[in-house]
């Protein structure tokens, strides 16, 4: 994906955000601090969660989304601090085609951040992916960036097979 692409697709997305969060988009406190096992990468909680209650009828693609932040380290405030401000990321991404809903999590001992992500479609979630990667790139550790489809899978089955706790 090339920079105009890349620079189209936030436009977009900021131009639908105010009619989202007007009606579609909300913050979900039920899952909030669970914590899973995810994929032999670690225990992470969720601290915050991001629905589109209006996100169409595609076939449902979970991703999941790894990486660390390197300006930041292990530094417990700036962590505190970035888990509060990364919801100002939303109107980024929240608009593109076919996002249904984020997990935000974090392995509170390794302070490696996850993201799990419904999408509706598989081109849908190609998309964030191509998208995403190249900005965690400048923002993380290339090493800990990593990242799975999971096809005709949704969230809420995503969680039940994975380890609770």
């Not at 530094?75 to 929240?94: D, E, G, K, S, Y």
């Not at 001992?109 to 479609?121: A, D, F, Q, V």
Request: with cysteine; glycine share 8%.
């Amino acid at each position: 994906m090339n920079r105009i692409t890349r620079t189209k697709l936030v436009v977009i997305s900021l131009v639908k955000f105010p009619f989202m969060a007007i009606g579609g988009l909300r913050r979900l406190p039920g899952r909030v601090g669970k914590t899973y096992t995810i994929e032999k990468a670690g225990r992470y909680s969720i601290f915050r969660e991001t629905v589109n209650r209006r996100a169409g009828h595609d076939t449902p693609v979970v991703l999941v989304i790894g990486f660390r932040l390197k300006l930041i380290g292990s530094n417990a405030l700036l962590h505190w601090l970035f888990q509060r401000v990364c919801i100002l990321t939303t109107p980024f991404w929240c608009g593109l085609k076919g996002f249904k809903i984020k997990l935000w999590m974090v392995d509170r001992t390794t302070k490696n951040y996850l993201g799990i992500y419904e999408w509706l479609g598989e081109k849908n979630a190609r998309t964030y992916i191509d998208f995403l990667i190249p900005i965690l790139r400048f923002f993380s550790i290339p090493s800990t960036i990593w990242h799975k489809t999971h096809s005709n899978t949704t969230v809420d089955d995503f969680l039940r097979r994975i380890e609770v706790g």
